[in-house]
């Protein structure tokens, strides 16, 4: 069974600038998250999709972060502009569970690295 | 606010020699506690859940164990292949959706 998929592994950008990062779940997982995980830190949830809804987007930096889930498969995560304090490894994960249902089982991209400079 | 702290933040073992890791959590009305391995360039590889104190879990050399505040995993006669970053998560409190909130980790080295 393939895993979850993600694109580039690894962008560095200057502040200022804009990245898209993508993700391609396990096949039949209907809930997403995506998970930023900075240098030392355990990952901490920007947004979670359940199909191509959001279920919450709380933690999300709206003003510069954005995110989208097409037909309830692939998503990407944006940033624009992107800041000195964005650098970090964002992770994609996935779950056959809906939300509000056992959730501790995710499974996880390699994740994409980016620093901003 | 739902926390979890896990202890040490390093650690490093000679290869044959036994160790605990340690997770202790605050929230109201846990609904379960679960472990990850995350080796370096990788996302989290989950491990185990644990739902209720007293509970345990085994899986080759790790065994994770649950008490009312705390998680404990015992690493066994550790090899060089178990040097990882182990981490900690808990499901939010609140009602609704689960999220996890993850600890910031244990990092294990296992020397040969």
């Known amino acids: 069974e393939a895993g979850v998929a993600q694109s580039p592994r690894y962008k560095i950008i200057e502040k200022r600038q804009s990245v898209a990062f993508w993700c391609n779940p396990i096949?039949?997982?209907?809930?997403l998250y995506w998970y930023q995980q900075i240098l030392g830190q355990g990952p901490k949830l920007l947004i979670q999709?359940?199909?191509?809804?959001?279920?919450?987007d709380s933690q999300l930096p709206k003003d510069r972060f954005s995110a989208e889930r097409l037909k309830g498969v692939d998503s990407t995560l944006k940033i624009q502009p992107a800041k000195l304090e964005d650098s970090a490894v964002y992770l994609c994960?996935?779950?056959?569970?809906?939300?509000?249902?056992?959730?501790?089982?995710?499974?996880f991209g390699e994740g994409s690295r980016l620093t901003v400079l | 606010e739902d926390q979890v702290t896990q202890s040490p933040e390093a650690l490093r073992l000679q290869e044959g020699e036994s160790s605990s890791l340690n997770c202790s959590y605050t929230?109201?009305?846990?609904?379960?506690l679960f472990w990850y391995r995350q080796d370096p360039g990788k996302g989290p590889e989950f491990l185990f859940t644990l739902y209720s104190a007293g509970e345990e879990k085994e899986k080759e050399r790790l065994k994770a164990t649950l008490t009312k505040k705390e998680s404990f995993l015992h690493i066994t006669a550790p090899k060089p292949e178990d040097s990882a970053t182990y981490l900690c998560a808990v499901p939010d409190s609140g009602a609704g959706s689960y999220q996890l909130t993850f600890g910031k980790g244990t990092k294990l080295s296992v020397i040969p």
């Open positions: 994960a996935s779950s056959p569970y809906p939300s509000g249902g056992f959730a501790g089982e995710l499974f």
């Open positions: 999709f359940q199909n191509n809804g959001v279920v919450d």
């Open positions: 929230v109201s009305g846990l609904r379960g």
């Open positions: 096949s039949g997982h209907a809930t």
